[in-house]
């Protein structure tokens, strides 16, 4: 029997691969990662790394149908998911975001094992209803996307048969940070803007298709990574509060706030292109987010966030380093 401390599904990735580092500067080695690695550079972000082994997830779910057991595992931290909002093979979502996780929230629930998800703010569809994460207000959200919508069925899942009393949901709003690199297209806005500035010394930017708000000028909720790290394996402790949490900073700044971040960051003076929007994402784009952290600060999280500029400059640090 392996001693295994925590599991960390989508190790690899974005916020996985900070979580893990994280943990491993609070001492914590005995660690089993899941996550496939492909044929892509997602593998680096975990050069540098201590764990205990690392398995693919078909595999990991195979060796839990068979009675896999772990010696002293705390929690199971599952941030694993296709996160692509541009994703159209709804079986696949269905089956990758949503069944899988239910699986593993079962497994958890049986063995009395902490249960950290990963949600999203894609739930919330175009905001109309809000961005409170309320119990009451969950049934009423809309996605405009599959992968908002897989995020969502597994939240009303775990909310009809009385499970967010016992694990934990995170709606991660825009996060932002070092070891994006691999996921392409999906990057945030400071790694691509980064990338374009070095290249061809300007940003391109989506234009506003709505009269109410000017080009740029498209409001987001950006969380720095470190800072959803930190909830996260706050509300992986024993003990720790339950339920669906926002995870957002509470406040919203716009693209261009965003964008002259970096800029600043690379000390260089601004230059923005506005480019009109692709007519297939604009019935489903967001023109602003904004998470409710009543909810989080009533649980007792107090820790501040990193101010935008700060986490900027920091992650771009990385990016030309």
């Not at 401390?5 to 893990?20: P, Q």
């Not at 680096?44 to 149908?65: H, K, Q, S, W």
């Amino acid at each position: 029997m392996k001693k295994i401390s925590y599991i960390v599904t989508g190790a690899a990735g974005f916020i996985g691969s900070n979580l893990v580092k994280e943990l491993n500067r609070r001492g914590e080695t005995d660690l089993l990662l899941v996550d496939d690695l492909g044929e892509g550079e997602k593998w680096r972000n975990l050069v540098g790394l201590a764990y205990e082994d690392i398995i693919d997830p078909d595999n990991f779910m195979l060796a839990l149908t068979e009675g896999y057991e772990l010696e002293g595992l705390r929690a199971v931290i599952h941030l694993g998911a296709c996160s692509s909002t541009t994703e159209t093979d709804a079986d696949f979502l269905l089956n990758n975001n949503y069944h899988y996780t239910r699986n593993l929230c079962d497994w958890c629930l049986k063995r009395d094992v902490r249960f950290v998800y990963a949600s999203s703010a894609a739930t919330y569809g175009d905001g109309e209803l809000g961005y409170s994460d309320a119990d009451e207000r969950t049934p009423g959200f809309k996605p405009l996307n599959m992968y908002g919508y897989s995020k969502h069925m597994f939240d009303l899942w775990a909310l009809r048969n009385g499970n967010l009393g016992k694990i934990a949901g995170l709606k991660y709003f825009n996060v932002y940070g070092p070891n994006e690199q691999h996921k392409g297209d999906m990057r945030s806005v400071v790694h691509k803007a980064t990338e374009q500035i070095l290249a061809e010394g300007k940003v391109k930017l989506f234009k506003s298709h709505r009269t109410d708000y000017k080009d740029g000028q498209q409001l987001r909720d950006f969380v720095y990574v470190k800072d959803a790290v930190d909830v996260t394996l706050w509300l992986a402790r024993q003990n720790a509060p339950s339920g669906l949490f926002n995870c957002g900073t509470g406040d919203a700044r716009s693209w261009l706030d965003l964008v002259n971040a970096v800029f600043a960051a690379m000390e260089k003076l601004p230059r923005i292109e506005f480019i009109d929007m692709p007519d297939h994402l604009q019935p489903k784009y967001q023109y602003y987010t904004k998470a409710d952290m009543t909810k989080l600060r009533a649980a007792g999280y107090t820790n501040p966030f990193t101010p935008l500029e700060d986490g900027v400059r920091e992650t771009v640090a990385t990016l030309r380093g």
